[in-house]
């Protein structure tokens, strides 16, 4: 048995994941718990750790194939030409031992931010805290001096630095 890839349809991993192992396959994918802001509110989200695809374990002379192009969610096996990609076993076991990680803060102290929103638009600042539900602290800088301010995190977006 060996493990093999599926490209799912957008945003049908799970769907895809649920049909497979109803039909009797071995599949799996990992996920990865990440903040997002939704509605002006950082929310934690539960998504696929590799968007549009799982692993699935197959027997190359036993297993039937068919029936996972036509399952509901999948698109296809990845494949290179005629051949169906694999993966390592160890890399799969890798995955599955890995210890789950803290949830991916969207914005932690210190993070450059930039103002997206509002009056401040254009300016950049620090992210000091989460204010509440939907409200931040930002330090910015203005007249030659630090100044703390409360604004709509709908307002700021992570500078990549």
Known sequence: MRWYVVHTRPRQEERALENLT???YSAWMPWLEIEKIRR???????EPMFSRYLFIQLDQVS??????????????????????????DELVEFLRRSPKEETKRILSKGDL????KGPLKGLTGIFEQQDGDIRAMV?????????????SLEELKPMVV
């Open 113 to 116: 931010v930039e103002f997206v």
């Open 22 to 24: 109803r039909q009797g």
């Open 40 to 46: 002006g509110r950082i929310t934690k989200v539960i």
């Open 139 to 151: 330090l910015i800088e203005l007249m030659n001096q630090s100044h703390k301010v409360q604004v």
């Open 63 to 88: 297993s039937n194939w068919g029936p996972i192009r036509s399952t509901l969610g999948v698109s296809k096996l990845v494949s290179f030409g005629n051949q169906a990609a694999t993966v390592p």
